[in-house]
């Protein structure tokens, strides 16, 4: 309503209301800009209201009436749906988890039962290997110390014989005497002992596929994170690019020119060493290596030499490094110039290493699954440092 139509307006009803404490007329139109209650004078040419949108009050009263008998009857229906709801679907609802919760249960105590009782066979199997490899050490043992212990008194016959000659004997009847030559031969057919494999308990028969992977699983379950490794720019080499945060490497064919040489530096193959090596405990760290089609990890010595196109500096090659490699479709481990091709499914994006220098053992495996790839026993001779080689594309250590 504009404000010339605006008038002085009806009186107020007979209950008369609230009035202006302005003009003190009836409060009878509503001020919808200012959403208030106001009167004639207000919102008429004069009026604090001139220019707004004004309606009657008693029309603004029964809109809000109507909105409200609206919002009544929504909440009746709500309430009615709230209460079918609570009625009818939550019982079933807390019968369904009820059910499944018990049924997850019994899962749960299967399959743990299941693992329970392979791992207490695996046990059994295991303890009556090294039962019976400490018994077959045992026993050859024995049967070479009697072995000796008979040579030893040979040996002494033999001696005592050829003291009692010495002894007893002149010069003609010495020169005359055969049994020298025959004691003598006897004693030269004696050989001295010699290292057997066969005397050394062989630690192999600890050996378990399911023992490592449940074994990596349990470990990796309950580390609290990985390792923070970095590379040292030192030795990175100068077909490699090192991020600024040393953690990714990224391979040039072009050998890079503002590299400066030193005696750390791998010149010609592109390797790189972490800066922090392992003397002992347990350690697992993760790389990325989606991208790449040519790459190694794993870890070596800090005597690895690092010049030269030779095998010694050459990871896998040497008697100083251990790596898990990949070259195009084919994977395998590499140590010392021995190479075990491993039959890979499928290529991993991320790859795991665990390096456990209580036990001796190396592994690597998928972080995604847990699947253990290879393992590795070895008596490594000193602290090891994690080590890189790309040749393809980059990889990238996961923190």
Known sequence: MSVESVGPGPGPGPEPGPLCPEHGQALSWF?????RPVCAACAGLGGRCRGHRIRRAEERAEE???????QCERLQIQSATITKY???VLPGKNQRAVSMASA???LVIQRLGLVRSLCESEEQRLLEQVHDEEERAHQSILTQRAHWAEALQKLDAIRTSLVDMLTHLDDFQLIKELEIFERTEEAEGILDPQESEKLNFDEKCTRSPLLTQLWATAVLGTLSGTEDVRIDERTVSPFLQLSDDRRTLTFNAKKSKACTDGPERFDHW???LATTSFQAGLHAWVVNVQNSCAYKVGVALGQLPRKGSGNDSRLGYNAFS???SRYDQEFRFSHGGQHESLGLLRCPALLGVLLDLQAQELLFYEPASGTVLHTHHASFPGPLFPVFAVADQTISIVR
């Open 322 to 324: 251990w790596v898990f």
């Open 64 to 70: 809000l009436r109507n909105k409200i008998v609206d």
């Open 86 to 88: 609570m009625a009818d």
């Open 270 to 272: 592109p390797n790189a």
């Open 31 to 35: 001020c919808c800009s200012e959403r």
């Open 104 to 106: 997850a249960r019994e």
